[in-house]
């Protein structure tokens, strides 16, 4: 049997696993993110994880696939940007990783990674139509239509956290005004808690879902805004993409109805009537390992076999 590495590089930790062609998942690891150092360490601490897998893999190794925390260019398949590594900009990861392990390697982007794995093997298994969100520091996407991510002229396609909602909202990271992810990325909610609840200390996403699961009415009532806004944007990529299901993901999956009844409620009011009644908001359901599964299945996909 041949087995790929599937690696996801995130702001915080770095994950990964190998994969088997049918998107199971051994052998998972996670290291603390070492970006102090710079670039180059950066490349080495990877290469180290993939040899410390390549060990473990016993199996034929395929090649290696890793999910970038940002938006990559797909003609020279260097880093454009990247808000939570902002040391990976310009460079070309995946053929530096080549040079030090000598394998194949591909990357993309990591909410792209995210939406595969949950296809592959996860809550969009055999659905051709949907739509993967992920919450966290940002707003994460990506768009699979007919079986197929739609990524655009350079790669940076499905970016649902900046459609414009308002176009009087409030400034985004990226600079415009009312993006979705101006509301409910991780600093658009800090500021709408210290607002709303200024007694509430940690606004951490894992805490209020802690919180809301226990009870805790201002966690759920924050959990019912963040539910709003998200469907208020996706109506619109219902109606434009008319998808079978939309795979919710990232730290506040685990809140479920909490969040996802606020959510289905916004796209029965806001989306077409026939579009709306058949669609199914489902949790993630690889949780934090979507990734891990999904850069691992980009080794076949892009002819490392
Ligand atoms: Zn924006």
């Known amino acids: 049997m041949a087995v790929t590495i599937g690696i996801d590089l995130g702001g915080s930790r770095i994950k990964g696993g190998i994969i088997e062609q049918d998107g199971t998942l051994r052998n998972s690891m996670m290291a603390k993110t070492r970006i102090s150092f710079g670039y180059d360490a950066l490349v080495t601490q990877l290469a180290e994880l993939i040899e410390q897998l390549r060990f473990c893999a016993k199996d034929r190794l395929e090649g290696i696939g890793i999910g970038i925390p940002g938006l990559i260019d797909n003609n020279s398949f260097k880093v454009i940007n990247s808000q939570n590594i902002d040391i990976l900009d310009g460079h070309a990861v995946a053929s ?55 990524q655009g002229v350079n790669g940076g396609g499905g970016e649902i956290g900046h459609m414009s909602i308002d176009m009087n909202g409030p400034e985004c990271s990226c600079g415009a005004l009312g993006c979705l992810e101006a509301y409910i990325g991780r600093e658009g909610i800090r500021h709408y808690v210290k607002a709303s609840y200024p007694k509430l200390v940690d606004t951490s996403l894992k805490k209020l879902c802690e919180m809301a699961i226990k009870g805790n009415e201002s966690a759920a009532n924050i959990y019912w805004h963040i539910g709003h806004y998200l469907g208020i944007g996706l109506a619109s990529l219902v109606n434009i993409f008319n998808p079978q299901i939309i795979v919710v993901g990232g730290g506040i999956a685990g809140a479920g109805d909490l969040l996802l009844k606020p959510l289905e409620n916004e796209l029965k009011l806001r989306a077409l009537n026939s579009y709306a009644e058949n669609i199914e908001v489902r949790a993630a359901e690889l949780g934090n390992w979507a990734g891990v599964v999904g850069a691992g299945s980009l080794a076949w996909k892009n002819g490392a076999r």
């Open 96 to 150: 530096d990783l080549t040079r030090k392990t000598g394998l194949p390697v591909v990357m993309s982007n990591d909410a792209d990674c995210m939406a595969i794995g949950e296809g592959l093997s996860g809550a969009a298994k055999d659905v051709k139509h949907y739509i993967a969100v992920t919450l966290g520091t940002g707003v994460g996407g990506a768009i699979v239509s007919n079986g197929v991510l739609i």
